[in-house]
């Protein structure tokens, strides 16, 4: 999918009347099938730029393309399904805690399912195999018929992840997929993922804290700091210099040692808005 931001600016709901927008002016154009990774710290505005482009929040100024069309001039049967071509994978994956891990990565599926096959699914899972070998990219096969509040934050996130793999979407809209993962389990999710992208030929958007797994595994980055968009590159262009300068006043998100993994909640995590799958 061909993704156009031209000058959009954005801004979150619940954000008060006269707060400085998230986004502000963005110009970001993505071809066919590219994988890129949106790096920036914290507050950057890299999670918003996300949901813009999973049609979950209107930009407030701008406009946004894709495949050439803008989704909110569609009609509502259109706009769902072109949401439907889309999946957003988020930090915490809305798992539910007695759901089994087999009918949470068909999940996945859901877009291109009627209602009576989307019922039969979660009462009886067919796809099996397909979800066995989704999460075989992750590591997790033998977690197939555990149920997800057996499971560890990581191997939460990882199920969270493996959705992508069954989607067959033609836009992967993943943020921050590392957070709960150990390094090893990290490179091994990243190689995953951008290799699910080059298989479908879907076009890839990952947001990263991890600058180092960024540089390894995407071919252009785009740094992002107070909505804006400071350098847009190919990795071989991303020098220290430019880091340094992306991440000056937050140093220790550049230079600093990765967080430990996170334990996911259960229950009563924040509430996720999803459009996609």
């Not at 929040?57 to 569609?74: C, E, F, S």
């Not at 879907?202 to 785009?222: N, S």
Request: glycine content about 8%; some cysteine.
């Amino acid at each position: 999918m061909q993704i156009a931001l031209l000058g959009c600016s954005a801004q979150h709901p619940s954000a008060p009347t006269a707060a400085s927008p998230a986004l502000e002016a963005i110009n970001l154009t993505l071809a066919q099938g590219e994988q890129v990774a949106i790096i920036g710290p914290s507050g950057a505005g890299k999670t918003t730029l996300l949901h813009l482009m999973a049609c979950a929040l209107k930009p407030t100024g701008g406009q946004l393309l894709m495949d050439g069309r803008d989704p909110w001039t569609l009609r509502t049967a259109e706009l769902q399904r072109l949401r439907g071509q889309l999946c957003l994978a988020p930090q915490v994956p809305p798992l539910p805690p007695r759901q089994r891990v087999i009918t949470a990565v068909l999940a996945g599926l859901l877009p291109g399912m009627g209602l009576w096959a989307s019922l039969g699914n979660l009462l009886y899972p067919r796809q099996i195999e397909l979800a066995e070998a989704a999460l075989a990219r992750f590591d997790l096969a033998e977690k197939l018929f555990d149920r997800v509040d057996r499971l560890s934050g990581g191997e939460r996130q990882r199920v969270g992840l493996a959705r992508l793999a069954v989607a067959n979407a033609r836009l992967l809209l993943v943020d921050e997929p590392l957070s709960a993962l150990d390094p090893e389990r990290a490179r091994q999710a990243c190689a995953s993922i951008t290799a699910v992208a080059r298989e479908q030929q879907a076009t890839l958007v990952a947001t990263l804290h991890h600058v180092d797994m960024a540089l390894q595994h995407f071919g252009r980055i785009v740094g992002l700091r107070d909505g804006e968009v400071v350098f847009d590159l190919p990795t071989s262009e991303v020098t220290p210099e430019r880091l340094t300068d992306l991440y000056a006043r937050h140093p220790d998100e550049l230079t600093g040692v990765a967080p430990p993994p996170i334990d996911l909640p259960v229950a009563g995590a924040p509430a996720v808005s999803l459009t996609c799958r």
